[in-house]
């Protein structure tokens, strides 16, 4: 049965999605990163991952992407990073989009959970067979 | 085929292409949020059917050995909500599916208990 290594790929593309809306959401108002430009948005790309035979489909992250949005500015003219216009680039963080996608990753990763648990119990009830 | 096998035959295809659909449902959700994936599934009705001829054929050829069970062939699930991004998995669809199969499955699994037991009563006396 190759539930659980479908199921487990899931939760692993669903948990690193997870982890990018962790670090977008904690570097929501990061003016400056290590390169000295404020921090840009990331994002991952899930792609099937063939798992032996076209009714196996596993997932796999191929890629996280920087969000190609224009960056936020803001009006600080007395902030270290402002330019000489007086404004700040800040990181095109949507704190409203992350967290959706935080909702939605949590679900599906509870719904591959679903799965495997019944995969499990169903393994369990094949081993009972002629008791 | 013996009498034994025969009996036990129905069952046995069944539960296998029971395990084979739960795969490809837990594909489906498993890939409920990858770009471009299409939901898919096979008509387990016209599977079962296929699966059961099969060893008679052979049967009815001579062949000794057992043929391999025949794939049922897979199909994309149509659709009614679609998605931007052409993602087809609607996950209500296939949690009540997932959730069908789970309780054929089992079934499945009690029936075939029930026919050992039925035919270790009868050996036994």
Sequence with gaps: MKIFDIAASAMTAQSQRLNVVASNLANADSASGPDGKAYRAKQVVFSTQNMGGPENAGVRVTGVIEDPSPMKRQFEPNHPMADASGYVTMPNVSVVEEMVNMISASRSYQNNVEAMNTAK????????IGQ | MNKLDELLNYNHQALNLRSQRQQVLASNIANADTPGYKARDFDF?????????????AQASGGAAPAPAPQPELLYRSVLQPSVDGNTVDMDVERAQFAENTLHYESNITMLTHHIRMMLAAIRG
């Design chain 2, 45 to 57: 009705q016209s599977a079962l059917a296929n699966a059961i001829a099969q060893p008679a054929a």
């Design chain 1, 121 to 128: 119990t169903l393994l369990a009830k094949t081993l009972t």
